[in-house]
């Protein structure tokens, strides 16, 4: 069985923490390099959760931490960081899933848009996601300096 939920206590923050330190190595070990940018200062941030985050999302599968996303308000809208899916988890929509519920929680919040920005060489298969649902690219609307990062934005 497959639930996702808001983490509140501080076991969720603990798998919370355990699976962005996975995605972070994934970043690391990414033959593009740049994103390897995108993890600066990311243990500090990992440190601080559920700083700076609205709502941060936990995916279980067989009641296993399998998934997370993280949304974030920033000026004009909210931000979604830090999707990542465990890969033994992978091809079974649970990326969608968080995706989607992170949209219809931000809807409930009256937020109008999302944001994100990523970097399409090092996480091709999210980056067509997000364009399949609906996410467009943008000019950029932070100070994310990382080559090569590309900006996207949900109406919502």
């Known amino acids: 069985m497959t639930t996702i939920e808001p983490a509140a206590t501080a076991a969720d923050l603990d798998h ?3 699976l962005m330190r996975a995605y972070g190595a994934y970043l690391a070990q990414n033959p593009t390099g740049a994103a390897n ?3 600066q ?3 500090n ?3 601080a959760l559920p700083a700076p985050y609205k709502l941060i999302l936990l995916a279980k599968v067989a009641a296993q931490p399998a998934g997370c996303v993280a949304l974030k308000p920033i000026p004009g809208g909210i931000e979604m960081k830090r999707l ?3 890969p033994t988890h992978r091809g079974h929509s649970l990326g969608r899933k968080l995706i989607q519920q992170s949209i219809a929680w931000a809807r409930t919040q009256n937020y109008e848009t999302m944001y994100l920005d990523t970097v399409p ?3 091709p298969e999210a980056n067509a996601l997000y364009e399949r ?3 467009q690219r943008v000019e950029r609307y ?3 300096r990382v080559p090569d990062v590309v900006f996207y934005r949900l109406i919502l």
């Open 16 to 18: 919370i923490r355990t």
């Open 37 to 39: 940018i995108c993890i």
């Open 41 to 43: 200062g990311f243990e």
């Open 45 to 47: 941030e990992i440190v």
């Open 84 to 86: 990542y899916v465990d």
């Open 121 to 123: 060489a090092a996480m």
């Open 133 to 135: 649902l609906g996410f």
């Open 142 to 144: 932070n100070d994310n």
